[in-house]
């Protein structure tokens, strides 16, 4: 605090006082000064820290807001991806609906267009038999004609030896009698061929029905195909991490060990009585088997996968709509769709073997199904993700994978 005295007021000291007084009176002047320094400097410095305090405030708080921000992309992203294997799974269950029957049609084309092939060929067999048939009738009617003897009162009148009338009479009532013979089977060869030909036309309806319906099957077999690529396009836009990868692995991996399991337990407990050959499995089969389909190992039992997982069984390349073929004879444990290895089929062998077939594009049969060695049980495709075709094969014991180029050769 400065004071200021006024000009009018004049005191006077003696010269000794006067300089003991304007010492003092700086002395005090200074003294103020300084605490008027600190006094602003500690302010300044509760100013500073204060906002120090409420920047780290609002730091942490940005902070924690992207957290959450980045927790709730996360999770965005994870029911994307959730969807999207949903849609996946749709889509290759279509496919696989699509394809099945299109092979279906494409067999009932092939048992069509034989039917088809017998029934022209019985067509043209009967008409020969009917020509051949006309022809016999014509000669007996021109033969009776000539002989003039179409009267049988006529003839006995005309008889000169009585006794040949009943050698004669015989003679033309064989004749006659050969005559219907040949007539009856005329008209039942006439019955056979237009039966025959009807057949044949309700063949060929039948075969141009099944083409059209082939056709339509295959548009749609297209599209669908367009739709799954599409699908697969965005999920695959969600890039996942390494770790991500690894993790979504070993969930496939566990839910697969997991239902191998419980058809395990499910097929030890189905055994039949009745059954006529008791399935053995397969521990006297190493190196006997056919690979249930031809192509090119590209991915062998035991090769690294992801991570520190491996390979449990083998993943062969081959084109899609191949036939694939089990290995042994056994009975169908599972035919259905599995996240991350598509459209699945798993045949029990008997006594703790099975063998599994994965990312078909269709399968041929169904649960409780017996199959024998080298029978189709679904086509190759690349259901479950997959960016190209090929057939998964694994065989298993008591739970356990074992390398298929032990028993397939």
């Known amino acids: 605090m400065l004071v200021i005295l006024p000009n009018s007021i004049n005191i006077k000291y003696p010269t000794s006082k006067r300089s003991q007084h304007n010492a003092g009176f700086a002395f005090c002047l200074g003294l103020l000064v300084l605490c008027l320094f600190f006094i602003g400097k500690v302010q300044a410095n509760a100013n500073s820290s204060s906002n120090k305090s409420s920047q ?28 999207l294997e949903q849609q996946l799974k749709t889509d290759d269950l279509a496919i696989g609906k699509i394809a099945k029957d299109l092979s279906n049609t494409s067999s009932e084309l092939s048992a069509t267009e034989k ?4 029934l022209s060929a019985e067509k043209t067999q009967l008409e020969l038999d009917k020509k051949q048939q006309e022809q016999i009738l014509a000669k007996q009617l021109r033969a009776a004609y000539s002989a003039g003897h179409h009267d049988y009162l006529k003839l006995i009148l005309n008889q000169e030896k009585p006794s040949e009338v009943q050698r004669t009479i015989t003679h033309y009532q064989y004749l006659n009698t050969a005559r ?3 007539i009856e089977t005329f008209k039942s060869t006439i019955t056979q061929l237009n039966n025959i030909t009807q057949q044949y036309q309700q063949q060929a309806a039948q075969l141009s029905e099944l083409t059209q319906t082939q056709s339509q099957q295959k548009k749609i077999l297209e599209l669908s195909k367009v739709k799954q690529q599409q699908t697969l396009k965005a999920l695959n836009k969600k890039a996942l991490t390494e770790q991500q990868k690894l993790n979504k692995l070993e969930q496939e991996e566990k839910a697969l060990v997991a239902l191998l399991k419980k058809m395990a337990a499910d097929a030890e407990r189905a055994k039949r009585a009745k059954e006529a050959e008791k399935l053995v499995g397969l ?28 390979w449990k069984g083998v993943l062969i390349s081959a084109p899609i709509g191949r036939e694939v073929k089990t290995i042994h004879n056994g009975t169908i444990l599972f035919s259905d769709w ?3 290895y598509g459209l699945v089929t798993v045949v029990d062998h008997g006594d703790g073997y099975m063998s599994l077939y994965g990312h078909n594009q269709a399968l041929l049969k169904s649960v409780g ?40 050769k």
């Not at 807001?65 to 029911?79: D, R, S």
């Open 115 to 118: 039917k088809l092939a017998e």
């Open 338 to 340: 599995l996240k991350g």
């Open 369 to 408: 199904d017996r199959v024998e060695a080298g029978e189709p049980i679904a086509l190759v495709g690349q259901s479950g993700g997959q960016a190209n075709s090929g057939l998964y094969f694994e065989i298993r014991h008591t739970g356990l994978a074992v390398n298929p180029k032990l028993w397939c």
């Open 283 to 310: 521990s006297k089969l190493k190196r006997k088997l056919s690979w249930p389909v031809k192509g090119r190992i590209s991915h062998s039992f035991g090769s690294s996968k992801q991570g520190y997982l491996k």
């Open 56 to 83: 780290t405030t609002q730091q942490l708080s940005d902070l924690q807001q992207a957290i959450n921000q980045q927790k709730q992309n996360l999770l965005n992203t994870n029911v994307k991806i959730s969807d």
């Open 180 to 182: 219907i013979k040949e």
